[in-house]
């Protein structure tokens, strides 16, 4: 990996074995990378780069003016979000050390913690309840897609990732996912699975990539808009 700075912006270059030069950049501070084909010239992805500086910029301008979740502080009256419902956290103040997490009429989430409990441990809590959550559904998601694409993925994990909704390890037949989207409407986790199980067969964005995700899930670029302008909050 390589760091290319034009016009003060910060440019992460990975050359792979890919066909094309592939550009992003990601929420929810702009990151810019490029994943460029192992044969092509440092000078080539320069010349390449400026000439899409306005997009960059435009893009990053994007993420700039996202709206800023405020840290939580794990308190009652917080807005928390459950698979893209809002919902009114209610700390329940209890003797037992035995936490727990509830729904309530479609409304609330409770937390139940001991009252001496801080802000590290009651986020704690809701962070493990949101993973228990997400791999409750993971894994008929995948068994669907699995029959649909007639593929398999060994192993899947939860983890809590800063810029990426997803990462892909085609070799292993990996597929994580952030844990940030137990928080993201139901159809944005699906997309994100679908997305990370193409890259089994196509390891870049190119046209290849592209036509694939057309045939499975073609509704996928309305989707990535959505959620290229939900914010990765860090949980």
């Known amino acids: 990996m390589a760091i290319i700075i034009i016009d003060n912006t910060e440019i992460e270059v990975t050359k792979k074995d ?42 990053r301008e994007k993420f700039k003016n996202q709206e800023k979740i405020p840290e939580y502080e794990y308190i009652s009256g917080e807005s928390h979000c459950y698979f893209g419902e809002r919902y009114l956290l209610n700390v329940v103040h209890q003797s037992s050390n035995k936490s727990r997490v509830e729904i309530i009429n479609n409304k609330y989430i409770d937390l139940y913690v001991n009252e001496e409990s801080s802000k590290e441990k009651r986020e704690n809590i809701m962070k493990e309840w949101y993973r228990k959550e997400l791999k409750s559904i993971i894994p008929s998601m995948i068994d669907k897609w699995e029959k649909i694409m007639d593929l398999r993925v060994k192993e899947w994990g939860v983890k809590q990732m800063k810029t990426r909704w997803g990462t892909c390890n085609p070799k ?35 046209d290849k990539f592209k036509a694939i995700m057309d045939k499975y899930y073609p509704d996928w670029r309305n989707v990535r808009k959505e959620l290229n302008g939900l914010v990765i909050d860090g949980m």
Request: proline share 4%; glycine share 6%; net charge positive.
């Open 18 to 59: 890919v066909k094309n030069i592939n550009l992003s950049v990601h929420s929810p501070n702009g990151e810019v990378r490029v994943s460029a084909p192992k044969n092509m010239k440092d000078d080539d992805i320069r010349i390449f780069l400026l000439s899409k500086m306005s997009w960059i910029k435009g893009q």
């Open 172 to 206: 292993a037949k990996r597929i994580w996912l952030n844990l940030e989207l137990a928080k993201k409407p139901l159809h944005c986790l699906e997309y994100i699975i679908v997305h990370e199980m193409v890259h089994l067969i196509e390891r870049g964005h190119g």
